[in-house]
């Protein structure tokens, strides 16, 4: 499916409260099995040999996506889809960069302006709702444009990519953490996990890594690299399958006895489905970045 097609499969005001409903919802499993009060990571971890667990990991993928777009001190960092504040809090803590965090969820604002203001970071870190494919900004307004698994609850990609461009200064530079499809289609039993992962996510689609380059280069990024990165996060993939696949019969008893609502219940079917098409080879994990060019262009 394009990105044509995948935007017409639902209404963008649609997909936008599906993608809220889930986070509003899922809030209480993320806090209770997944995030680290530390670095308040909602997304997988990255695992090498500086680390040492599931927090480690967590942070660490936060240090390898800095790294490889080499934020400086002071830089001004968009933080596209920005969760409850756990990148930007370490990128203005770590990095000393100045960060816009963003995100559709008003929850999800409100606890990370919390979160900075108790880590005394509020001079450096603002957090607000905006839909990363439509942004309030200025033109030439960051210096680096940061996307960890959220681009993939972006209808569009390459609206996220256009708008990036149109963000960032020269010599700008943007960095993609995400899930990413081995083809356009993948066999039938392949789409179906797909299907039932993404659906249980609020994720449309995910796109290749052919179609992350092309929508690049048509926003006029330079020194495109994407690269498969899947061995590194395997461990957290795996560690969140277990967890689902193992407390699944009581998320059924929850769901029967009304405890639990149909977004919650089908967050964990989201999380076995997502590890079996890991494994089915219908996914892989990647880092992508990409720098604009040096000087304006017409210059």
């Given at each position: 499916?394009t ?13 936008t409260?599906?993608?809220v ?18 670095n308040?990571?909602?997304?997988f971890?990255y695992?090498d ?7 480690d990991a967590?942070?660490?993928m ?5 790294d ?5 001190p002071?830089?001004r960092?968009?933080?596209?889809g920005?969760?409850?504040?756990g990148s930007?809090?370490?990128l203005?803590?770590?990095r000393?960069a ?19 203001d108790?880590r005394?970071?509020a001079d450096?870190?603002?957090f607000?709702v905006?839909?990363?494919?439509a942004?309030?900004f ?8 940061w996307a960890?698994e ?13 708008e990036?461009?149109?963000l960032?200064r020269?010599?700008?530079?943007v960095?993609v953490?995400?899930?990413v ?7 039938p ?6 299907s ?10 995910i796109d ?5 380059l ?7 990024f ?10 590194h996060?395997?461990?957290?993939l795996?560690r969140?399958?277990?967890m689902?696949y193992w407390?699944?019969?009581?998320a059924?008893f ?14 964990v079917?989201?999380?076995i ?8 080879g219908?996914?892989f ?10 000087t304006s262009?017409?210059?």
């Amino acid at each position: 499916m394009t990105d044509t097609e995948a935007a017409g499969r639902r209404p963008t005001s649609s997909l936008t409260e599906a993608i809220v409903e889930y986070y509003d919802e899922t809030w209480i499993d993320y806090r209770v099995l997944w995030l680290n009060k530390d670095n308040l990571a909602v997304h997988f971890g990255y695992t090498d040999d500086s680390t040492h667990g599931h927090t480690d990991a967590l942070k660490n993928m936060n240090r390898v996506l800095a790294d490889r777009v080499q934020i400086q001190p002071g830089e001004r960092v968009l933080d596209a889809g920005c969760g409850i504040g756990g990148s930007s809090l370490w990128l203005a803590a770590e990095r000393k960069a100045e960060v816009v965090g963003i995100t559709l969820a008003a929850k999800q604002v409100a606890m990370a302006r919390t979160h900075a203001d108790r880590r005394g970071l509020a001079d450096r870190v603002q957090f607000q709702v905006a839909d990363f494919t439509a942004t309030p900004f200025p033109d030439a307004s960051f210096d680096i444009v940061w996307a960890v698994e959220s681009l993939c609850h972006a209808p569009r990609k390459a609206a996220f990519y256009q708008e990036a461009a149109r963000l960032l200064r020269p010599g700008g530079r943007v960095v993609v953490a995400d899930f990413v499809r081995v083809a356009r289609p993948v066999d039938p039993a392949g789409e179906t996990l797909l299907s039932e992962w993404l659906e249980g996510w609020a994720v449309p689609d995910i796109d290749t890594a052919g179609e992350h380059l092309a929508h690049l280069a048509a926003a006029g990024f330079v020194d495109p690299w994407l690269a498969d990165v899947t061995v590194h996060t395997r461990p957290s993939l795996r560690r969140l399958y277990r967890m689902a696949y193992w407390t699944y019969p009581l998320a059924v008893f929850g769901r029967v006895t009304g405890i639990r609502s149909d977004v919650q219940h089908g967050n964990v079917i989201a999380s076995i489905r997502q590890y079996q098409a890991l494994r089915h080879g219908a996914w892989f994990y990647s880092i992508l970045s990409a720098s604009t060019p040096a000087t304006s262009r017409g210059l």
